[in-house]
């Protein structure tokens, strides 16, 4: 990916638009905590008009494409989020609310029941997190904000450094308690990917009542919406409602989300009884893979800021660095155990039944983001993802969410099917990284003129490119510009791998 942009005035026209996207989506909102506080807060939730937070991996990319063009806008909502989310152990959830009583989307504050928690925050969040892309992220936008402004750089590094890297203590030590170097998720929606297949089979061990999914088909109101929205444009009653519930999560599937929800909050958020007990407990592989890259751009921020401080504090941060290439080595050895030499693949391990999840879906070339794999494997991966089972009628180099073989592949589920951008720049990257540079560049053209035809849609149809989901996605406009502009960014971070 050595060029800049597609080619000519398009590319200019598609980062126009990217830009209006992400200054339509910025909001000041009134940010009201548990406890009175009460302010204006610069946000950027992921679109205008659904949403009444800002979500954890959503920020990081959002903020990762604003960073080329306002680090400054970039630093201070990535601070807002950070800031005011963490809580007091370190864990940083993955939905930061403005406030209380926002129930548009479910489930909305009420659920959580954070305060049941010792640690919990003073701001209203949930307390499951989400892929740990927040330390390459926050490189990024420190990089941006040393060109423009070297104190706002120093500020935004002593602010955010110190957070990440708690939060990532807290993934070692209360999600990897084994210390084999593969942190666990306890919910599906911790992975990012919602409904994706790998977690039908850990989700069947979740029981549930019949009380439970009538409670859900109460109070879920997303299938019902895109109904509406479906019939809206012009689709026939009984095809949108049957649309909607193939692009949605099922009732049952819910009825589960919302059942280890409450099996976390009964334990009050307490990971020394949560870990062992849990029946939903993976090592993911696509949020170790960006872990490890996040703890990669920890090591850089660690060395920037050891540049920049007394004698005293220096030990502080060589102590950091010690842990930091101590958490990158266990990590190495971990994702051996992800690998699986007859498929030629990575999947995520089942910490109950110590199984690989071998089912086929865009999470199996994360390690390439991480540079994990070998050159033979990269190489094999690259084969893969370029053969028939990953291939859409589209013809174009873009990964669905699940690979076409696999038997719950359908082109409208959300995360069964549909192409979405954060996930394939993650494998752009990573071919990138691996030296796989005709490929990376393929993915690359191919998510640009995606979104120069289509629109910055949420996700996409894979076979004929349709937008799907909500339109004018913040992680969608700001990784077509990260893509268009960035040629030598990661090049930098590459070497420190
Ligand atoms: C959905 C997606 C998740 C995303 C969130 C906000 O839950 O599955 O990955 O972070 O929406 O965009």
Redesign the pocket.
Known sequence: MSEKGPAGERGKDIIKAAKDVLNANRQIVRFKTRTGLEERLLVRP?DKGF?EGN????TGFNELGVAIFNPKEAAEIFLNFIRFSQWRNGFIP?ILFYQKNQERYFPGTVYWKIERSENCPDAYTSGIT?PPVLGFCALRIYEGLKEKTPEGAERFLIEAYPRLLEFHRYLFEARDPERVGLVSIYHP?ES???NSPRWQVPLLRIPTTVEQLEEIRRLRRDVGALTEKLKSEGVEETRARELAFKMRPADEDYARYLALVRFMAERDYDDERIYPETLFNVKDVLFNSVLYTSNEALLVLAYELKEKTTEEEKKKIEADVRELKGYLEKQRKGFKKLYDEESGLYYDLDVKTKKLIKRKTIACFMPLFAGLPSQAQAQRMAEIAKGPEFKSESEKFLIPSTAKSDPSFHPLA??RGPIWLPVNWLVARGFERMGLVAEAEEIRRALLDLVSQKGFY?YFHPDNLQGLGREN?S?TASLAIELNEEPNFWKKLWQVG
């Open positions: 992921p949403y979500w954890l991996w959503d993955h989400q929606w990012g990917l919602d959300y995360w949420e996605f992680w």
